[in-house]
């Protein structure tokens, strides 16, 4: 079947994060289109006519989705959906669609403790079936995700609920967006939760799209240039460490859980250390940190362990000194004001500096972080 035309669709606002068409089953002239396989990337329809005859597929890509939704619903599909109905369905797939990112695109994974009346923590994988939380189970690799209508996926990871935001383009206005969409995502659970049922924020993974290729590589020089910086941002005097996890097409970085202010600084430190160009990339290897990372356990990927820089990183002292890979040795505060100066016009060149306000006031020591915060009884950065 051929491409319906394209058309004009409002971008959505950060003040309206529901700007994301709404994959439920539809109806229309005895033709009904349900969502068979849901992806970031791509979308597979059934279409079927009421008749005995076998489902007809249609494949689309993300970019898509939202103008063919549009057309089925104005009818501009008819005569099309009624000629592939007739038509005897293909065995398989015969060309997979080509789903090319035209922008670098960000997103955050939230994970909770769902806490009972008692305060006492209930495995999410026994209880999230009974929630009836809305949205189409249609992931191909997960039974449990369940995309919503408001853009994300909640889902389980382990025992803990998972709350993935969409896709965000790297635009002016991003790191406010992906801030509000975790906001709505947690709501979004909560309203489902039964009564006298919390959250409890677990842990954070902020997700930058990379390219694929020498992606482990990539992955070992983010974690002893931005890792540290991320670790001061985003970890607690209890934390254990940083993950940093190459994926197909993504860089994931995973900590501590960190919402509002805090997580749009590290946001803006992990986009603007994934965008930036080769002559920034060479600048931000010599800043390099000593460190000895070791393989992650549960899924692949590199661990920062809190002492793999041979000292305490989230000790109470703001006086920590890093050894550099290139012999100078420097303080944990100054690594990251200077990882800040080189990455931070990259960010700014593609979004705006409104989405460097809270990197920047943490850089120039106008916001502590969380370990800091923590900390101030006995640290203090002046």
């Known amino acids: 079947m051929r491409n319906p035309r394209s058309r004009t669709r409002p971008t959505a606002s950060p003040a309206d994060p529901f700007s994301y068409p709404d994959f439920g089953p539809r109806s229309r002239l005895g033709f009904r289109l349900e969502t068979k396989v849901l992806t970031w990337d791509l979308a597979v329809f059934a279409v079927s006519d009421g008749s005995t005859r076998p489902c007809a597929y249609v494949v689309r890509t993300t970019d898509e989705v939202a103008s063919f939704l549009d057309a089925f619903d104005d009818g501009e599909l008819d005569e099309e959906l009624a000629a592939l109905a007739r038509r005897r369905p293909m065995r398989r797939l015969r060309r997979r669609p080509r789903t090319k990112r035209a922008t670098t695109v960000a997103g955050v994974e939230h994970e909770y403790r769902i806490l009972d009346g008692d305060g006492l923590p209930v495995d999410a994988r026994h209880l999230l079936p009974s929630l009836g939380i809305e949205g189409v189970h249609a992931d191909p690799t997960d039974p449990n995700a369940c995309r919503g209508r408001w853009g994300g996926v909640v889902t389980v990871d382990g025992a803990e609920i998972e709350v993935a935001t969409p896709p965000v383009p790297i635009a002016p206005g991003f790191v406010d967006r992906i801030v509000q969409l975790t906001e709505v995502g947690r709501a979004e659970v909560e309203r489902f939760l039964p009564p006298g049922f919390t959250l409890e924020g677990f842990s954070t993974h902020l997700n930058v799209s990379t390219p694929t290729r020498g992606d482990d590589r990539r992955a070992q020089s983010l974690a002893r240039t931005l890792g540290p910086a991320l670790m001061v941002l985003m970890d607690r005097p209890s934390s254990p460490g940083l993950l940093v996890r190459p994926r197909p097409g993504r860089m994931e970085f995973g900590a501590e859980y960190v919402a509002g202010g805090d997580l749009a600084a590290a946001l803006a430190f992990a986009g603007a250390g994934c965008v930036i160009d080769r002559p920034a ?77 809270f990197a920047d006031a943490v850089s120039s020591g106008d916001q502590l972080p969380p370990l800091r915060r923590l900390h101030r009884g006995t640290a203090s950065r002046a």
């Open 281 to 357: 990339r060479l600048e931000l290897r010599r800043l390099a940190v000593r460190l000895d990372l070791v393989p992650a356990v549960e899924r692949y990927g590199w661990y920062v362990d809190r002492r793999a820089a041979g000292v305490d990183l989230y000790g109470p002292s703001d006086d920590v000194i890093l050894d550099r890979l290139y012999g100078s040795r420097v303080s944990v505060w100054d690594h990251l004001t200077e990882v800040w100066q080189v990455i931070r016009p990259a960010l700014v060149s593609r979004s705006a500096p409104m989405d460097c306000r």
